[in-house]
C-alpha cells in the first residue's frame, strides 16, 4: 500500500503492469463441446490463464474450422440463447 505522506508515488506505468499481461497475454482458447456449452465455459474459467480481457478464440470439439471470428460468433449467440432460454 501506497503512503502518499511518505512521498510514494505510483506511475500510470507502474498501475498498469499487473493488467499488461492479461490484456497482451496469448489468446484465451476455449474448446467447446456443442453438446455442452456452458460447462466448457465452467471448465475454461477454472483454468489458472483465464482473463476476461484476453482475445477470445474458439474451437469446436471435433471441428476443422478456421477461427477467422465465425466460432467465436457462433459460440457467442449459443451462450446468449442458452441464458435467455435459463431465465424464462
Known amino acids: 500500500m501506497l503512503d502518499r505522506d511518505a ?3 505510483l506511475s500510470c506505468a ?3 503492469q499487473p493488467l499488461k499481461s492479461d490484456v497482451c497475454g496469448d489468446d484465451l482458447t476455449i474448446v467447446v463441446n456443442r453438446r455442452s456449452v456452458l ?3 465452467m471448465i475454461a474459467m477454472k483454468k489458472a490463464d483465464f482473463s476476461f480481457w484476453k482475445p477470445l478464440r474458439v ?3 471435433g471441428e476443422d474450422a478456421e477461427n477467422e471470428g465465425g466460432p467465436r460468433r ?3 449467440g ?3 440463447v442458452t441464458f435467455h432460454w435459463l431465465s424464462v
Open 78 to 80: 449459443f451462450l446468449y
Open 39 to 41: 460447462k466448457s465455459v
Open 14 to 16: 507502474d498501475a498498469i
Open 74 to 76: 457462433e459460440f457467442l
Open 59 to 61: 474451437v469446436f470439439s
Open 7 to 9: 512521498g510514494d508515488v
